[in-house]
Each structure stands twice: as C-alpha cells, then as structure tokens.
C-alpha cells in the first residue's frame, strides 16, 4: 500500500513549494523508493487550459492529453516520470463530478454537502493515483496557502485521511516563509506560527517545516519555530533561496529531509544515490560561455508562461557546455520595430506557443529575420504556423497568406482548422491534446536530430499545416521533416536553404530532461552556440 506525504503551503504563495515537493520526490527516488506526484488545485475551472498563460503561466500537457498545472513539468522534470491526468485534481472536477453524480441520482434521498461528499470525492482521487502507480509514496502538494477559502475542502480531505489509513502512513509537511525585516535585520518567525495555528484549527499537526526564505535562517529562528510549532528540532528544515532550483534537493538532502521521511513512515530504502544530480549541480554552477537565445513571445512579461521552454532550452545549453543567457523579446515591440537589438545580438531564436492573433506580425517578422540572416530558429506549434506564414508569403510574394486564426478570410490559409475542429463550439479540452507519433523523414534536421524513425511527442492546438499548400511551399524550398504516420498532418517543418530553420506542430519542451535534453533544443544550441554575432564572440585571454 502506498504512503501519503501530504505538503501545503503557508504565509504567501509563489515561494516553490512546486519545486521543494518535486525535490522531496528527487531525494525519495534517489534512495530507490518509487514516487508518484498529485497536484490539488483549488481554483473551478476543470483544467487550466481555458486560462490566460497571465493567469496561471503555462499549461503543462501530459502524455495522456491533460492541460495541468506547471507544477506537473516540474514534477516530472525532477522525478524522471511521466504523470498523467490523475495527477492534477482542481476543485472544478471534484464539484463536477460530485454534481453529475447527484444529477445521476447516486445519492438519491441524501443532502449532499461539502463533508463528506466532496471530501470523499478528494479522497477518492488520492486513492485512484496510489491505486494506479502503485508508487511507494504518494506526494501531494495543495495548491495556495493555508487560509484561503477555496482551499478549505482539500485540507479537510487531507486531514481525513490520517483516520483512514492509518497514522504511520501519512506524513504533513507545511512549507512557509519567513520575511526578513531591513530594520532590524532579522527573520521573522511570526507569521509560520500563525499559519501552524490555522492548521491546527483544523486539526493538522504539521510533522516537518520546511522555512523559505532569502536569507540565512539562523539556529534561533530553528529553535523558536520548533517550540512555538511543536515540531522537532531536526524537523525545521531551512531552504534558503539558492542560484538554481537544480540545487533544492541537494539543500534539502543535506538537511536531513531525506532520512527524516523515512523514518517518520518506516520506509525501506535500498541505496542511496544523488551523485547524478550532484553532478548536475556542479555543471550548472561552473563558469560557462553563454549561448544568446530570443524567445520571441507576447506573453514574456510572465516568464513563468514558458517555463518548460526555458528549462528546455537550460538543458540543452548545459549539453553543450554553454549557459543560457535568454533575450525575451516581446513580439508586440517587433511590430513597433522595437527590440530589434536583441535580435541582433541573438545566436538563435525561438518562437514559442501561443493563442490569439495579437502580437502575430512581430513573431513574422522575426522569422523572417531568421531566414534572411541564417539565424538558427526554433518554432514550436505557434512558432511553426509563424514560419511557414512567413515562408509563405516570401514564397508567395504577397502579404496575404495566413492562419484562419487570425485571419479567416485570408485567400492563402497555409494554416486552417483541423476538419474535426470546424465542428467544435465548446473550449475547454477540446484541442489536439497529448501523445500523437510522429514518423521522420530520413536526411531531414528533424530526423538526424531524434536518430530513429517514429517518435512521439505531446500536442496542444487546434490549427494544423493546411495540405493545400504543401507542394507550392515544398516547390519554394520547404522540407516535411516528419508526419503523421498515415502522412496527412505536417507534423514538422524546415527549410533547405537554411542552416537550421525547424519547427514543429508538437510542444517538444514538455519532454525535456536536466539530464536529458530534448533532440531538437540540443541540435538548435548545438548550431546556435557557433553562430558569432555581437557581444557574443568568446572573451580572449586577458593576458598571453
Ligand atoms: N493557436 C494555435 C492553435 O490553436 C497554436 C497553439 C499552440 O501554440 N499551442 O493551433
């Protein structure tokens, strides 16, 4: 039977609590326990997809098609798994469900309440993924703070489940900040303690505190929290903000996390090993020539809208012993011919994902500038309808061609709906979404960057290559490095007189690995790290 590790969060959000659970998860994987992650979203939409990246940041797509949380990225980044849609429970599926089973007439004759039908409900999801993973320890973060309203029915199912499997099977963790005052330069500890109290009200007894905070805590502020919180001493577990979130586990490990969950829910290890990540750490943290990357997007005010493009692209960088300096170019400046400096500078660009027609000609016109300057380019899903809007009408020589998107009656639409798409009013989870294969066609960049033949790679659109269009396009010098295996949708595209011009249909970010980086972010570096432009020439020895 699997164990419960259940982490909330206390004092403020935004403090990662999203990375200190996924490196709770490194360091219980690094002692050969399995793992499985739930994140529980207190929010009532059913999924964040529907959601603006300003919102929420990015949707993170599982294998299996899910539009979650981004925490789950992490997750799966720092665990080495793959999560799948019971991974991300918000209170919009738990009430759904909850109504469509008393419209279904489920409970006839009962009063359906919050305690226990949508406790039970929570329960019950927690209950599937232990079921379903078989993981030795089931994590669950519950999104917000402590305190908020909306949350109160997943603390309540949380703390209901001590009772139901039993004590020794369920550990809290409650991860809070301590804020530093200039005045009297020192750490609070104040506001943990109220947030302990408040789950206390509701009968949580926290049994580790992990303390955020941005400055060193010393043993006094340790001492304090465990009397004031009646926790033990070893149990107050200081997180210091550190230069990588690569680094967290190592912290955490070296402060005892590791071994004290064990202890706590009798857990057998077998060997222990963080030597890779370790590894990791020190290569990061290595003095590094940078590679200058343009994310060209129109949502880079919220960099947390493309948070696996930029892990992807660290990895990538970090395999070729480079570090990333990203340039976010906001694709609305381009429009404006602002910001063009920053492509000047930039030894590749790459063009994200995205929804909606604002900001489109600024992405346009940095593809073009791509192509005109042979700078190596990236585009992944929107980034792909740029492209091939933009070779389209270079192509074309007419300004016209576009995707219906943006511009339904465009006369040369190179990028239209999905025929099962033209049918679907309603928003919410009805896009391409997921796993789909992906057969690559061989002397393709696309095909010698994966080195096998059919891969698959996880999608999130609605709009797709328009066939009509594909032997014009290929006539101009457009190559189909990879297709659908029955050869009807484009899934990838670069151009032949370019030295790296590639883009895909499918969001490769989402399967990138620190250790592991994904094949087309590793050959874009790999080309982009020798692209010499100024200010990124190699520093000469000061002295011979
Ligand atoms: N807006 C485009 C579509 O719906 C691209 C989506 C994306 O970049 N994820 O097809």
Not at 148 to 174: K, T
Not at 405 to 426: H, N
């Amino acid at each position: 039977m699997s164990k419960y590790i259940f982490v909330t969060g206390g004092v403020v959000s935004s403090v990662g609590k999203g990375i200190t659970v996924a490196s709770l998860g490194t360091i219980l994987k690094s002692r050969q326990i399995t793992v499985s992650v739930q994140k529980l979203d207190p929010y009532l939409n059913v999924d964040p997809g529907t959601m603006s990246p300003y919102q929420h940041g990015e949707v993170f797509v599982t294998q299996d098609g899910a539009e979650t949380d981004l925490d789950l990225g992490n997750y799966e980044r720092f665990i080495d798994v793959n999560l799948t849609a019971e991974s991300n429970v918000t209170s919009g599926q738990i009430y759904s469900s909850v109504i469509g089973k008393e419209r279904r007439g489920d409970f006839l004759g009962g009063t359906i309440q919050v305690v226990p039908h949508v406790t039970s409900e929570i329960k019950e999801r927690f209950k599937r993924l232990a079921q379903k993973s078989q993981a030795d320890v089931v994590i669950i973060e519950v999104g917000g703070t402590v305190g908020d309203i909306e949350g109160q029915p997943f603390l309540e199912a949380i703390r209901q489940m001590r009772n139901d499997v039993g004590r020794e099977n369920v550990l809290y963790i409650h991860v809070t900040f301590l804020p530093y005052l200039t005045s009297t330069q020192e750490l609070k500890t104040k506001p943990t303690q109220h947030s302990v109290n408040e789950l206390r009200r509701i009968g949580i007894q926290p049994d580790i505190i992990i303390c955020r905070s941005d400055y060193p805590i010393s043993e006094g502020a340790r001492d304090k929290i465990s009397l004031f919180c009646d926790v033990q001493r070893q149990a107050v577990i200081p997180l210091p903000t550190v230069d990588t979130i690569y680094e967290v586990p190592l912290v955490l490990e070296e402060e005892g996390l590791g071994q004290l969950v064990v202890e706590k829910l009798g857990l057998k290890v077998r060997k222990k090993d963080l030597g890779q990540w370790w590894e990791l750490v020190r290569r990061i943290k290595e003095p590094l020539e940078p590679v200058n990357i343009a994310l060209v997007g129109k949502y880079v005010e919220l960099q947390d809208a493309y948070f696996s493009v930029r892990e992807a692209l660290c990895h990538a960088a970090l395999y070729h012993n480079r570090c990333l300096n990203l340039l976010w170019v906001h694709s609305e400046d381009l429009e404006r011919d602002e910001s063009y400096s920053l492509l000047g500078s930039a030894q590749g660009i790459i063009v994200p994902g995205g929804f909606g027609i604002r900001g489109i000609e600024g992405m346009v016109k940095a593809a073009s500038y791509a192509r005109n300057n042979e700078i190596p380019y990236l585009g992944l899903c929107l980034g792909m309808h740029v492209m091939v809007i933009e070779f389209a009408r270079y192509a074309l020589g007419s300004h016209e061609p576009n995707s219906t998107e943006f511009y339904p009656d465009t006369p040369y639409p190179v990028i239209d709906l999905l025929p099962e798409q033209k049918v679907t009013k309603s928003k919410g989870g009805t896009m391409r979404l997921g796993d789909y294969p992906c057969q690559l066609v061989p002397g393709s960049h696309a095909a010698s960057a994966y080195g096998e033949g059919l891969v698959y790679e996880r999608h999130r659109h609605r709009y797709e290559f328009n066939n009509q269009f594909r032997t014009l396009l290929q006539e101009a010098g457009m190559l189909y490095g990879g297709l659908s295996p029955d050869g009807k949708l484009v899934e990838t595209c670069e151009l032949k007189n370019h030295p790296w011009m590639v883009s895909c249909q499918f969001h490769p970010e989402f399967n990138s690995r620190p250790s592991c980086p994904h094949p087309l972010f590793r050959d874009f570096i790999y080309v982009a790290k020798d692209v010499l432009r100024e200010g990124a020439q190699p520093s000469l020895p000061l002295s011979a």
